[in-house]
């Protein structure tokens, strides 16, 4: 019998779907029986399974960059750009030398721009002369300053290492007013100023101009009757000349000043010591080319003068590269062993006449020389240019030794210091 209630009765839940067939996750009968066997928990496994669960879970890397063909054309025009910048900017530092100062230069040099010629070609002149630097980088800032077509042809008195500038400013002015100017050295010989003058462009053989003049004896200062030449009369200072001059007038103006010098030094304790004038002007050339440092001439004139009144030979290897007429390359033992009249080592006193031309302070020193016990002067290697001075043989063998020492550490050179 049908029982009553409210509405119909309910429909019955759906059955569940099939459980699909899958096979156990373990073995046996049935049984709810666990295997660790079955499973590999080894830590290879357990973190490959970490690197996959990071790998899911974690945020993936960012996509690479990818640069366009527009961008690398402009990155390669941005490159370009600055290596041009860079190139123009050193050209331009080049050509108007910001940081050449004055633009003065150094020193004296002589030269000739001929008529018509082109500023490549008086480029190149002052390019080799040592006037410019570069002989192209000169002829582009001369075109630039507008001012070659103002250039004059003529015989200018330049520097070395002079700016662009400077010399675009010597052209437009024109040649110099016909004035050369002359600066010999003191202590120089008459053969290298011989060869200063030919470069100045002076006319005429110095060397024979030289040998000897009406305006100067020799012999009133104490020269031997067979004295050959005028060296050690011809006094270094700078000289003036017009364009044109001779070396018989710069012979003329030296031997002028000479006589204005001479008679302002005091000769007495030279004489006291039976020295003429002329034996001073020995001293004092010798002095010259011994000495760097002016506070050493009346100390190293001591040395001369105590050698010379001990009878020991002066061993003053300058009068031999005098003779030799070799001023920078190292003397032989055989040249130095030779028996020549200049060869101080092996003749005692004074040699034959001047080896050079020596300056007032050195005739001055040589005239009065400072009282002292010292025979022996060398090198000293811890002040390139001084020297140690020494009263006795063992204390200059010592010096010799410490000398040689230091030559030795600076590889056979001239030693820099200690």
């Known amino acids: 019998m049908a029982k009553s209630g409210r509405g119909a009765p309910p429909e019955p839940p759906p059955e569940s779907p099939p459980e699909p067939n899958l096979p156990p996750p373990w073995k046996g009968d049935g049984a709810t029986s666990f295997d660790p066997s079955e499973f590999d928990t080894s830590d290879a496994l357990v973190n490959d399974y970490t690197e996959q669960h990071a790998a899911h879970h974690e945020h993936p890397p960012p996509p690479p960059v990818k640069v366009t063909h527009g961008q690398m054309g402009k990155r390669a025009l941005i490159i370009a750009g600055g290596l041009l910048a860079a190139f123009l900017l050193w050209n331009l530092i080049a050509i108007f030398q910001p940081f050449a100062g004055d633009g003065g230069g150094e020193g004296q040099v002589q030269v000739t721009v001929p008529k018509g010629a082109e500023i490549e070609q008086i480029g190149e002149l002052l390019a080799d002369s040592g006037v410019v630097s570069s002989a192209r980088n000169f002829g582009w800032r001369a075109n630039w300053s507008s001012k070659s077509d103002k250039f004059q042809a003529g015989k200018y008195s330049m520097a070395e290492g002079m700016s662009y500038s400077a010399v675009i400013d010597l052209l437009v002015a024109g040649p110099n007013t016909g004035i050369v100017t002359v600066t010999v050295t003191e202590g120089r010989s008459r053969y290298e100023i011989a060869q200063q003058v030919k470069e100045q462009g002076l006319s005429g053989d110095y060397m024979e101009a030289s040998k000897s003049s009406r305006s100067l004896n020799p012999r009133r200062y104490g020269a031997p009757s067979n004295v050959q030449s005028l060296e050690g009369f011809l006094f270094p200072a700078t000289y003036e000349f017009e364009d044109g001059a001779s070396a018989s007038q710069l012979v003329n103006q030296q031997l002028r000043a000479f006589k204005n010098n001479i008679g302002a030094v005091n000769m007495r304790f030279a004489r006291s010591k039976n020295l003429t004038v002329y034996d001073v002007l020995i001293i004092a050339s010798l002095i010259d080319r011994e000495v760097s440092v002016p506070s050493e001439r009346s100390t190293v004139a001591s040395v ?13 290897d300058a009068t031999t590269r005098f003779e030799t007429r070799n001023w920078t390359e190292p003397l032989t033992n055989a040249v130095l062993q030779d028996d020549t009249p200049y060869n101080t080592r092996t003749n005692k006193g004074l040699p034959p006449g001047p ?17 002292t016990d010292f025979l022996y002067y060398v090198a000293n290697p811890c002040k390139p240019g001084t020297h140690t001075f020494a009263k006795t043989d063992a204390e200059f063998q010592a010096a010799v030794s410490r000398y040689n020492k230091a030559r030795e550490a600076a590889g056979g050179k001239q030693p820099s210091g200690c």
């Open 355 to 371: 080896i050079g031309n020596p300056g007032l302070a050195a005739i001055k020193a040589a005239a009065r020389p400072k009282s």
């Open 304 to 316: 001369i003068y105590n050698r010379l009144k001990a009878g020991i030979a002066l061993g003053i």
